[in-house]
């Protein structure tokens, strides 16, 4: 059975910084694309980052980039997602997604398994 179970939300004043965390069973994350997603109520679900099968090739939405880092550890097969200089815009629910074929990363249609989520808020 796969289960992703993300951890590290919470919340920050604008500025500050959180790490989420993805833990992968069931599945080997080096094999897969694994990407951050987030949805605020009412939105769409929106991709943030992802990370390619093997070389680990990264990719990011442009309101994130140069803030987020999207990593991933083999050996403990979970996945990062560094935040940094947080704004109250990135207030959302953070879900990790897990898909084998992927043509478009930020395609939440294309992921065969989620996370249930951590609430991330960002306060001004």
Do not use: H
Request: net charge neutral; glycine share 14%.
């Amino acid at each position: 059975q796969v289960q992703l179970v993300e951890s590290g939300g919470g919340s920050v004043q604008a500025g500050g910084s959180l790490r989420l965390s993805c833990a992968v069973s069931g599945y080997t994350a080096l094999y897969c694309w694994m990407t951050w997603f987030r949805q605020v109520p009412g939105q769409e679900r929106e991709g943030v980052a992802a990370v390619s099968p093997g070389v680990g090739k990264t990719y990011y939405d442009d309101s994130v980039q140069g803030r987020f880092t999207i990593s991933r550890d083999n050996a403990k097969n979970t996945l990062y997602l560094q935040m940094n200089n947080l704004t109250p815009e990135d207030t959302a629910i953070y879900y990790c997604a897990a898909g084998a074929y992927v043509g478009n990363w930020a395609g939440r249609g294309q992921y065969n398994y989620w996370g249930q989520g951590t609430q991330v808020t960002v306060s001004s």
